[in-house]
């Protein structure tokens, strides 16, 4: 129901965007939003917006780095992400909401998609 793609292997200052394509029956009414997990670490938060594209959240450790945007027509949402450093490497999920807020915690997320890869070098 989900699809995460556009990640990939970028230089220290680089960009990258990823986007995420939820089928029609899924994510149109709903909050959206990206986490990250990075090797032995937990799976963390990283951006939201909820389901009209007025309200969005982001993460201390990207704020001012990363744009989350997404398009209901197309059903897709998209990470922008500039300036990147060997901390933003992980692996990146997509994931709707719940209800139609995009909430911070994992907890308010029903579907998630297979993740894409992201890595930085320095």
């Known amino acids: 129901q989900l699809q995460a793609s556009g990640g990939g292997l970028v230089q220290a200052g680089g960009s990258l965007t990823l986007s995420c394509a939820a089928s029609?029956?899924?994510?149109?009414?709903?909050?959206m939003g990206w986490f990250r997990q990075a090797p032995g670490k937990e799976r963390e938060f990283v951006a939201s917006?909820?389901?009209?594209?007025?309200?969005?959240n982001y993460a201390d450790s990207v704020k001012g780095r990363f744009t989350i945007s997404r398009d209901n027509a197309k059903n897709t949402v998209t990470l922008q992400m500039n300036s990147l450093t060997p901390e933003d490497t992980a692996v990146y999920y997509c994931?709707?909401?719940?209800?139609?807020?995009?909430?911070?915690?994992?907890?308010?997320?029903?579907?998630w998609g297979q993740g894409t890869q992201v890595t930085v070098s320095s």
């Open positions: 994931a709707i909401a719940l209800g139609p807020t995009g909430p911070v915690a994992r907890s308010g997320y029903r579907y």
């Open positions: 029609r029956r899924t994510g149109s009414n709903n909050g």
């Open positions: 917006i909820n389901w009209r594209g007025l309200s969005t």
